[in-house]
């Protein structure tokens, strides 16, 4: 249905902010071949940043993740230590 309507691959994005759901995602992604990649979610505050992020990649299909910024009460909370310590690590994981 998606070829005949000149659709070639979708991504999929992550709409909640749960670890659960990039592994779900990444789940669909692997039955469903029009789905070319994941952009999930991982708590970028966390200390366990880093196994979440090296477990997920494992994964062929997944390409990043996404933070529902305008969502956090903290005005700053891209500038806040921990996030950008949890930023910093993504490039270790492609």
Do not use: C
């Not at 309507?5 to 759901?21: I, K, L, M, P």
């Not at 789940?27 to 196994?51: K, M, Y």
């Not at 529902?68 to 005005?75: G, S, W």
């Amino acid at each position: 249905m998606i070829n005949a309507a000149g659709v070639g691959g979708t991504v999929a994005v992550q709409a909640r902010q749960t670890v659960d759901e990039s592994y779900w995602l990444l789940e669909l992604a692997a039955s469903q071949p029009f789905i070319l990649g994941v952009v999930g979610w991982v708590d970028l505050r966390s200390p366990r940043v880093d196994e979440d992020l090296e477990k997920l990649s494992r994964h062929p299909r997944f390409r990043g993740v996404r933070h529902i910024v305008q969502d956090e009460p903290d005005d700053h909370f891209l500038l806040r230590e921990d996030v950008q310590r949890g930023i910093g690590r993504l490039a270790k994981f492609g």
